[in-house]
């Protein structure tokens, strides 16, 4: 297996290991505080930013990347919205726990598009455009 397959598959599972701890952390943590139709709509909302972004790229790297850093972009907004609803409890550590989590899991989907955006490019070593 060459270099860009393996990243290829590194980025897939940094993706799904992402979505499987949202949910996990969504439902025994309270991501966006305590649940509620508003915070399942949040999540909802990322996740859906998500798979619109697969499907449109087909599954091809180069869209894939661009469909994690926007989902990246996507949890990040959650904390907004999230605090916008007044899902918290009023304190400055609530909104923190709430903004720094969200962000957390935002780089997680940006360190997979970085991956995916590194597995699109041809290294001169395997014949792409860089190597004539």
Same mark, same amino acid.
């Given at each position: @297996?060459?270099? $860009? !397959?393996?990243?290829?598959?590194?980025?897939?599972?940094?993706?799904? +290991?992402?979505?499987?701890?949202?949910?996990?952390?969504?439902? %025994?943590?309270?991501?966006? =505080?305590?649940?509620? *139709?508003?915070? #399942? *709509?949040?999540?909802?909302?990322?996740? !859906?930013?998500?798979?619109?972004?697969?499907?449109?790229?087909?599954? *091809?790297? #180069?869209?894939?990347?661009?469909? @994690?850093?926007?989902?990246?972009?996507?949890?990040?907004? !959650?904390?907004? +919205?999230?605090? %916008?609803? =007044?899902?918290?409890?009023?304190?400055?550590?609530?909104?923190?726990?709430?903004? =720094?989590?969200?962000?957390?899991?935002?780089?997680?989907?940006?360190?997979?598009?970085?991956?995916?955006?590194?597995?699109?490019?041809? $290294?001169?070593?395997?014949?792409?455009?860089?190597?004539?």
């Amino acid at each position: @297996m060459n270099r $860009r !397959a393996t990243r290829y598959l590194l980025a897939w599972g940094l993706c799904l +290991a992402t979505v499987a701890l949202i949910y996990v952390a969504e439902g %025994a943590l309270g991501l966006n =505080g305590p649940p509620s *139709r508003l915070t #399942k *709509r949040i999540e909802l909302a990322v996740f !859906a930013a998500g798979l619109v972004g697969i499907l449109l790229s087909r599954f *091809r790297a #180069k869209g894939l990347a661009a469909a @994690m850093f926007a989902t990246g972009a996507a949890q990040a907004g !959650a904390s907004i +919205a999230a605090i %916008a609803g =007044g899902l918290h409890d009023g304190s400055a550590g609530a909104i923190l726990d709430i903004v =720094g989590v969200n962000l957390f899991f935002g780089l997680l989907f940006a360190a997979s598009g970085q991956l995916f955006r590194t597995a699109a490019k041809p $290294r001169p070593e395997e014949g792409g455009p860089a190597a004539a």
